[in-house]
């Protein structure tokens, strides 16, 4: 893990980097921690077991990975408008590596949807 954390810096700068290229705002306060909380956000509404985000997360007992993450998917029922459209996106992009357009938003990037709706809220 020290070496990941040692390297993180770097990573981040990267992706900042290509996330620039692609006319997306960059990564600003992200920790190692956070990254990993928001994957096994990401994968249990995706529909992943507890047993299989707690193995690729390296947490030992998936049953804190049930009660933590999997416990937390009605957020999905809060959203609206383009905010579930954003929402449901990602998460098809993610169960499937890409998005019909036809089925989705105007765009086949999750993040593009993302930020599409971020820049609706600072206007």
């Given at each position: 893990?020290?070496?990941?954390?040692?390297?993180?810096?770097?990573?981040?700068?990267?992706?900042?980097?290509?996330?620039?290229?692609?006319?997306?705002?960059?990564?600003?306060?992200v920790?190692?921690?956070g990254?990993?909380?928001?994957?096994?956000?990401f994968?249990?509404?995706?529909?992943?077991?507890?047993?299989?985000i707690?193995?690729?997360?390296?947490?030992?007992?998936?049953?804190?990975?049930?009660?933590?993450?999997?416990?937390?998917?009605?957020?999905?029922?809060?959203?609206?408008?383009?905010?579930?459209?954003a929402?449901?996106?990602?998460?098809?992009?993610?169960?499937?590596?890409?998005?019909?357009?036809?089925?989705?938003?105007?765009?086949?990037?999750?993040?593009?949807?993302?930020?599409?709706?971020?820049?609706?809220?600072?206007?």
């Open positions: 893990m020290r070496n990941a954390e040692a390297r993180f810096p770097e990573i981040i700068r990267k992706a900042n980097v290509a996330l620039g290229e692609e006319g997306i705002a960059p990564i600003e306060h920790t190692p921690h990254l990993r909380r928001t994957y096994a956000d994968r249990a509404d995706c529909g992943d077991s507890a047993e299989r707690a193995r690729q997360g390296g947490w030992e007992d998936p049953r804190f990975v049930f009660q933590v993450y999997q416990g937390r998917r009605k957020r999905r029922e809060k959203l609206s408008g383009r905010y579930l459209v929402f449901d996106a990602a998460v098809e992009w993610g169960r499937i590596g890409r998005n019909r357009q036809e089925d989705g938003p105007a765009t086949n990037n999750p993040a593009e949807a993302l930020q599409s709706v971020s820049q609706e809220l600072a206007a």
